[in-house]
């Protein structure tokens, strides 16, 4: 068969349902192979949302998502969606075309080296020369993609091989297993749990890959050990349990972290330094215990003093076989500092001020959205309050990105996660900065029939930036811009569009949007004067002596 039938059959060997991408013309063979395939090929309107759509996809099915774009312009559009899966730890595969290999028809036009440019930001970085090497090739970046740590991987497909006769086939696929840690291990780990005095749990990422819920949440039923997580690690356990503290949204200084530094033992499932710092590390601090898929890095933030390497739930459930809860385990600190958060927390979340306060917007939305429905965030200011104050019932209700913590890919990952789940309510928020640089991507929504909604938060400017201007004592300068008629903007592509004009409209705006099929944009102005008074001053004033 032809080289480009090849690849796509050994896509299909994969499991791959869906392509995300712009192609050019040196992808036409592969598109014509796609055609006769049961792979669906979404097309977009700009490459940087496709690599978003189908790293987000990735992260939520624990498969390897997939894009495409042509060579040069294709392929730089492409990097911060690359970066992005890579340092999030989302499985993509991305492909790209190239100019013949063999012979030149035009010369160095178009022509950059996508490989080198590429190698830095992923896994596995190749350019196929041989048809032939396509099934070994493409087994092998769907292992590395899917392997701890996952992310991204990259095969460059030249016109010319695309349309080689090949003689080969597809490779099987067999499942791996995760090994355990060693007995000697569990036993070091168990002795530092049950001599600590006060032991706390810290959740990252990693369990939201290898279903760990069943097992976290067995563990910390038997021992009664009160948990925090991080951004992306939010509800892995259910944050309505009455032992979660919450979640740290920022690395220090923090409510949370009066309970942090106050314990001597932090027990870490899944977290690693690539995500923002939970807390900061200190040697007169607490021991940290490392639960991971990988060694720990040392870090000037982070050098635990025991590594449990392996299968995350695998070695949960060994270390509650082993773990024997202690009567002088002392959590009485603790449960007051989570009345003291949830008293903060609870400030302003009833507030009838307009332009809407953050703290109302978390509420509003926490009210409106079910225990399934899925919180996609762009990147800004708004972040951080999302993950202050919104409980996550279940892993990857809220996502965010806390790694490469790009702006852009909020509205293209609640795409992403329509797709996965077509019977689930999926709500985009996004700044007006971010959504407009991929905004274009309504008209993507529109045409596969999607129902969904997005929330622009609208304060007409860079407002994570403007803030930290603020704080910096700066003169405020250079972050404000003029933004288009949203409602208009959304109408123009064939969706429906909205504009609150007072903060008790928007819950019963968004609960229709939500219930109502179509493409829902909501105009939502909103007003951070509460950022300096909230994150900075009154955390300033904690003096954690309860």
């Known amino acids: 068969m032809k080289a480009s039938d090849l690849f796509v059959k050994a896509l299909e060997n994969e499991g791959v349902k869906y392509v995300f991408g712009i192609p050019g013309e040196e992808n036409l063979d592969f598109l014509e192979s796609l055609k006769n395939s049961n792979i669906q090929l979404i097309l977009t309107r700009h490459e940087q949302a496709a690599g978003f759509m189908a ?56 022509i950059i080296n996508v490989v080198d440019m590429m190698k830095p930001i992923t896994k596995y970085c190749r350019s196929i020369v041989n048809g032939n090497s396509i099934p070994s090739m493409v087994r092998e970046v769907f292992r590395i993609s899917l392997e ?80 925090f997580n991080t951004q992306m690690g939010k509800g892995v356990v259910d944050e309505n349990n009455p032992l979660y503290l919450g979640t740290a949204a920022l690395s220090d200084h923090d ?47 982070y050098f635990p003093q025991l590594d449990v390497v392996g299968d995350i739930a695998e070695n949960i459930n060994l270390l509650t076989q082993a773990v024997n809860k202690k009567e002088h385990w002392d959590f009485s600190y603790f449960m007051k500092m989570k009345k003291l958060i949830g008293e903060a927390l609870a400030l302003g979340s009833k507030d009838d001020a307009f332009p809407i306060l953050p703290q109302r917007l978390v509420a509003d939305v926490q009210k409106a959205m079910p225990k399934d429905g899925i919180v996609t965030l762009d990147n800004g200011v708004y972040k951080i309050w999302f993950a202050r104050n919104y409980r996550a019932s279940l892993p ?49 929504a529109v045409r596969l029939k999607l129902n969904l909604v997005v929330i622009i938060l609208n304060d007409s400017s860079y407002g994570m930036i403007k803030w930290k201007q603020e704080q910096m004592g700066l003169e405020v300068q250079g972050l404000d811009f003029n933004n288009p008629d949203f409602v208009q903007y959304a109408r123009s592509y064939g969706a429906k569009g909205y504009r609150i004009n ?42 954690c002596t309860l």
Not at 61 to 90: D, E, F, I, K, R
Request: hydrophobic share 40%.
């Open 396 to 444: 990857n209700t809220l996502l965010l990105d806390n790694a490469l913590a790009t702006m852009g890919a909020g509205f293209p990952s609640a795409i992403g996660a329509r797709l996965v789940y077509p019977d689930r309510k999926i709500a985009a928020i996004c700044g007006d900065g971010g959504f407009m640089m991929n905004s274009q991507e309504l008209e993507t």
């Open 55 to 110: 790293a987000t996809y990735g992260r939520l099915t624990h498969t390897t998502g997939v894009c495409l774009s042509t060579l040069g312009p294709g392929a730089t559009n492409l990097v911060t969606a690359v970066a992005y899966a890579q340092l999030g730890g989302m499985p993509l595969l991305v492909i790209t075309g190239q100019k013949p290999i063999k012979t030149s028809k035009q010369g160095k036009f178009q």
């Open 502 to 543: 007072a903060a008790n409209e928007f819950y019963g705006v968004l609960k229709q949007c939500l219930k109502t099929p179509g493409v829902h944009l909501i105009d939502l102005p909103i007003d951070y004067r509460e950022n300096s008074k909230v994150l900075i001053n009154d955390i300033e004033n904690i003096t």
């Open 148 to 227: 701890e740590r996952p992310g991204a991987v990259h095969l460059e497909l030249p016109e010319d091989i695309a349309k080689e006769e090949t003689n080969t086939n597809v490779f099987s696929i067999h499942p791996k297993e995760r090994p355990r840690t060693t007995d000697k291990v569990i036993d070091k780990a168990c002795k530092l749990i049950e001599s600590a005095k006060r032991p706390l749990i810290l959740i990252g990422v990693g369990p939201t890959r290898h279903d760990c819920v069943q097992a976290l949440s067995t563990f910390i039923e038997k021992t009664q050990i009160p948990f």
């Open 255 to 301: 409510f949370l972290h009066c309970a942090v530094d106050r314990s001597d033992l932090i027990i870490n499932f899944g977290h690693d330094i690539i995500e923002k710092p939970p807390f900061i590390m200190h040697s007169d601090g607490p021991k940290v215990i490392h639960v991971n898929h990988f060694f720990s890095r040392a870090d000037s933030v």
